[in-house]
């Protein structure tokens, strides 16, 4: 395999497992040099990061507490100390949540906020300070915000927001022909799932789409990396689902 094509750099958070795992492989693929950005799982992101080396590719390990301002603003500092720019942003890590809202402790709603919207919102902001001209910036959102199903008021609160500042991060980085996109999701076969009924959820997932199956992570990095490439030059400030149809409207 040909790697090492570009002197782009991807800045890929959650890189150690799922959707994050699968980006930070595939752009190693399309030749981007990557920082490999865990919160958690070192082991998993230092996987991720040998198998891009081992394919002839650039790719170094970081870690992060993407809650914490200081250590977004440690994270952006060391990589571009080692790669000396930065042309993508693709923001992967985040948790879910389920429960009604009668049930949720305000502990939970902070939680869940400091690491869906915040840290998103963190890392938007670190990156718009830096991006080169015709840059991208990815994030993940749900297909919860669609399909507003019970017990995903929290969850769908936090990825909500996120969408909304998305659209206006992507108005304010346009005149540098910086893109700014939403990838939602739908059910996709990821560790995640198995914070919950992972066997009901996958089950779910292939009742919800009008392709039957759940997704997996692979699917939704080539849609990234779409987005993120040449041919994604003029998509920006749009939630584009990844879904299986799991929401036509």
Known sequence: ?????????????????????ATA????????????VYGRSAAQAAQTTA????????????????????????LFDAVLTTFGRLDVLVNCAGAGHYGKLKEIEMADFDRLFALNTRGTFMMCRAAARCLQPGGRIINISTGATASNAVGQSLYVASKAALEG?????????????????????????TPLLAQGNADYL????????????????????????????????????????????SVIV
Do not use: H
Request: proline share 2%; with cysteine.
């Open 202 to 245: 996958r089950q779910l997932g292939a009742k919800q789409a009008a392709m039957g199956r759940c997704g997996q992570p692979g699917e939704v990095a080539d849609a990234i990396a779409a987005l993120v490439g040449a041919d994604g030059s003029w998509i920006s400030g749009q939630v584009i689902r990844v879904d299986g149809g």
């Open 1 to 21: 395999m040909t790697m090492a094509t570009t002197t782009k750099v991807a800045l890929v958070t959650g890189a150690g497992s799922g959707i994050g795992q």
């Open 165 to 189: 500042f998305s659209k206006v991060l992507a108005r304010e980085l346009g005149p540098q022909q910086i893109a700014v996109n939403v990838v939602s999701p739908g059910m996709t076969d």
């Open 25 to 36: 492989l595939r752009l190693g693929r399309e030749g981007y040099r990557l920082a490999v």
């Open 51 to 74: 198998a891009i080396v081992a394919a002839g590719g650039d790719a170094k390990c970081f870690a992060l507490d993407v809650t914490c301002e200081q250590s977004v603003a440690r």
